[in-house]
């Protein structure tokens, strides 16, 4: 939906004939959710379109990268229309540096649309981290996730509902049916591509008012310090290596294996490692590939987590680990 709206904005329907269709372009990051890529070839804009942004050693889009891709893309004459920035990758939780990024964004007049479905929600709890969300033309949340609402739950952010309308409001004669609506304001399918739907907010409205927003920001610290709990105990372990930051919730590590083993022993063992922890059935990781590097990723987004929970990782870990060794 953002990055239909950038479109719309950036390229409006009685201007696309002037720009073919490998000269619009999105930018991301190297770290961006597989969600984007697929958004960018539903709209017919193309893969091939999304201008992949280098990272730094946190994993964050550099802002230096950026500003070279669109002054090079501008020189070919393409059209840049959008930057996806995230705030909290989905492998790492590494947050852009979203005011940089924004400020080059509208520098150029670019759609600056932020990827928060896994992390953004934090900033109820550590708002110092998220420094630039609202530069943001449209942001991305998943209450689902660190709202702890029923799977189905997503949200969008916008800050013109305008240019909402102009995307998804119907046309043609049903639009003149409408138009003679006695009701007031406007039907929610005007800003979005849904039609009927169910009431999904609701849930999120009255968990909200229920027991609102300080026991949600005490719930996703609770999980921001058991990840660092988790991170801790990786370092405790000769054997074991955190492998990236640990910026939210997620914690990426490995099993070395021995001093001697090469990366594609350790990538391999790891990769036998997972596949033997998820059948143990005690703790569930799932994994992030970074560098080159196979990782196992725990990422801690629910309040019901308890500290005992956080420290059976570890333990669960290595005895997983003698089985796979064959000890």
Request: neutral net charge.
């Amino acid at each position: 939906m953002a990055l239909a709206m950038a479109r719309e904005s950036k390229i409006p329907a009685n201007d696309r004939g002037m720009f073919a269709r490998d000269r619009a372009i999105i930018y991301a990051s190297e770290q961006v959710h597989m969600s984007i890529p697929k958004a960018v070839a539903m709209l017919g804009i193309g893969r091939e379109n999304l201008g992949y942004v280098p990272c730094d050693d946190a994993y964050r889009m550099l802002p230096s990268a950026l500003e070279r891709a669109i002054a090079k893309d501008k020189s070919r004459g393409h059209k840049p229309i959008a930057v996806v920035a995230s705030a909290g990758t989905v492998n790492t939780g590494s947050i852009d540096p979203s005011a940089e990024i924004a400020a080059i964004a509208h520098s150029h007049d670019l759609w600056l649309h932020i990827d928060g479905a896994y992390g953004a929600l934090a900033a109820l709890a550590v708002p110092e981290k998220f420094r630039g969300l609202s530069e943001a033309d449209s942001i991305s949340l998943d209450p689902h996730k660190w709202l702890f609402q029923p799977l189905d739950c997503g949200c969008l952010l916008y800050r013109d509902p305008e240019i909402a309308r102009k995307t998804f409001t119907c046309t043609g004669i049903y639009a003149k049916q409408l138009s003679s609506d006695p009701i007031e304001g406007f039907a929610f399918f005007e800003e979005s591509p849904e039609l009927s739907r169910r009431f999904r907010a609701l849930k999120l409205w009255l968990s909200l008012r229920f027991h609102g927003l300080q026991t949600f920001r005490d719930a996703i610290r609770l999980n921001l310090d058991q990840a660092q709990r988790l991170a801790a105990a990786v370092k405790s372990r000769a054997e074991l290596e955190l492998v990236g930051p640990v910026e939210l919730s997620a914690v990426c590590s490995r099993h070395l294996v021995s001093d001697k083993a090469t990366e594609e022993a350790r990538n391999q063992f790891n990769l036998a490692l997972l596949k033997k922890i998820v059948g143990r059935g005690n703790v569930y990781l799932s994994n992030a590939e970074l560098k080159g590097k196979f990782c196992l990723r725990a990422c801690i987004v629910n309040h019901l987590t308890t500290d005992a929970d956080i420290d059976s990782v570890i333990p669960e870990v290595l005895a997983a680990a003698e089985e796979v060794a064959g000890r």
